[in-house]
């Protein structure tokens, strides 16, 4: 990319994060709030929603890209879906916030949204596995590609529960993603990338400790949402579609946290849909550690991830995978660490 045009894209960037901001203090000023409960880890009563920012600046970008940008372009089809579907995941997620739907009915919502985003053409067709060769997924690559969105769409949702950490997580992914796709000609999800860190960045100052608005279902959802759907659009930059990985790598912290909470409390007996504080992020918080020091640890993961995103990169396609267990025994000493913070306090994993 040429300098010029980098300036360019910055500089449009720049103003989708003015914009953002702006919509977030309209967002603050509107407050719909977020009331303290038992499960909650603010004492007073916050404004949410704060995702329409993010949502406002990213389709803003979006629909100028469609329009002006033809370096940026994929089918028709494709880039419509992907717009068609975030406008229907932030419509879901900003009822959810206004009047708390049901979790079967957001769920169905969800899916239907990313069945959007499948029905336009990003599917993942083809995975690698290291030192056997890659497997053609046929007609299981639309129910996985569909278990993906909704599962790290869930994630992500599962993991705003302190201020900053998601809200700063996400824009270091989005911006390394945009770095990446860069790097590799993935024009269309570099400036997809790019408006989504866009928008987070107007977001980020509005919601550092203590948070003056929080993001919300609208823009939680949205980002996971976003980000997913850019996984699959990223398998095409190589040819064995393996750079699907990318995506995950970056996220690992969050997808790990998720993943593991889920697992435990399934084997604790508990009940899956009920709200609660047992994340190891909360769990570290309620145990002593400051607000802050657990946010900037997980933006910490998130920059770790995007190194080894770029080893990823350089490796040869049979070891690609491998790139995964550094970031996984990070977590696994978070996982430690959290573990003795819960000890020490004495407070339980319930």
């Given at each position: 990319m040429?300098?010029?045009?980098?300036?360019?894209?910055?500089?449009?960037?720049?103003?989708?994060?003015?914009?953002?901001?702006?919509?977030?203090?309209?967002?603050?000023a509107a407050a719909i709030l977020d009331r303290p409960n038992a499960r909650s880890e603010h004492a007073s009563p916050t404004p949410r929603g704060g995702g329409v920012g993010p949502v406002v600046a990213f389709l803003a970008g979006m629909l100028a890209l469609f329009q002006l940008a033809e370096f940026a372009r994929i089918a028709d089809p494709q880039f419509l879906g992907v717009i068609a579907?975030?406008?229907?995941?932030?419509?879901?997620?900003?009822?959810?916030?206004?009047?708390?739907?049901?979790a079967t009915l957001r769920l169905l919502a969800q899916l239907g949204a990313a069945l959007v985003a499948v029905a336009s053409g990003l599917v993942v067709t083809r995975v690698e596995i290291p030192w056997t060769g890659g497997i053609e997924l046929g007609w299981l690559g639309v129910p996985l590609t569909l278990l993906w969105i909704v599962g790290c769409t869930n994630a992500v949702n599962f993991m705003d529960?302190?201020?900053?950490?998601?809200?700063?997580?996400?824009?270091?992914?989005?911006?390394a993603l945009a770095a990446i796709a860069a790097m590799q000609g993935g024009w269309f999800v570099y400036a997809a990338s790019l408006f989504?860190?866009?928008?987070?960045?107007?977001?980020?100052?509005?919601?550092?400790?203590?948070?003056?608005?929080?993001?919300?279902?609208?823009?939680?959802?949205?980002?996971?949402?976003?980000?997913?759907?850019?996984a699959v659009a990223a398998a095409r930059f190589d040819a064995q579609q393996l750079s699907f990985l990318i995506v995950p790598l970056l996220m690992f912290g969050l997808l790990f946290d998720a993943g593991f909470t889920l697992a435990r409390r399934a084997l604790m007996g508990e009940r899956l849909a009920e709200g609660h504080r047992t994340h190891l992020y909360q769990l570290a918080q309620r145990a002593g550690m400051g607000v802050g020091a657990v946010a900037a640890l997980h933006w910490a993961f998130a920059a770790f991830h995007a190194l080894l995103a770029l080893l990823f990169l350089a490796l040869a396609p049979p070891w690609k995978p491998l790139v995964v267990l550094p970031a996984l025994a990070v977590q696994l000493c978070w996982l430690a660490h959290v573990a003795r913070l819960v000890g020490a306090a004495r407070i339980g994993w319930r």
């Open positions: 040429l300098p010029s045009a980098a300036l360019t894209h910055l500089g449009f960037a720049a103003a989708l994060a003015l914009l953002s901001a702006l919509t977030v203090r309209g967002m603050v579907a975030a406008v229907a995941i932030a419509g879901v997620g900003l009822a959810d916030d206004v009047r708390s739907l049901p529960g302190l201020d900053g950490l998601a809200g700063g997580t996400l824009l270091v992914a989005a911006a989504l860190a866009a928008g987070l960045a107007g977001f980020l100052p509005f919601n550092l400790h203590p948070a003056r608005i929080f993001l919300g279902d609208v823009g939680s959802q949205f980002a996971g949402f976003v980000l997913a759907v850019l």
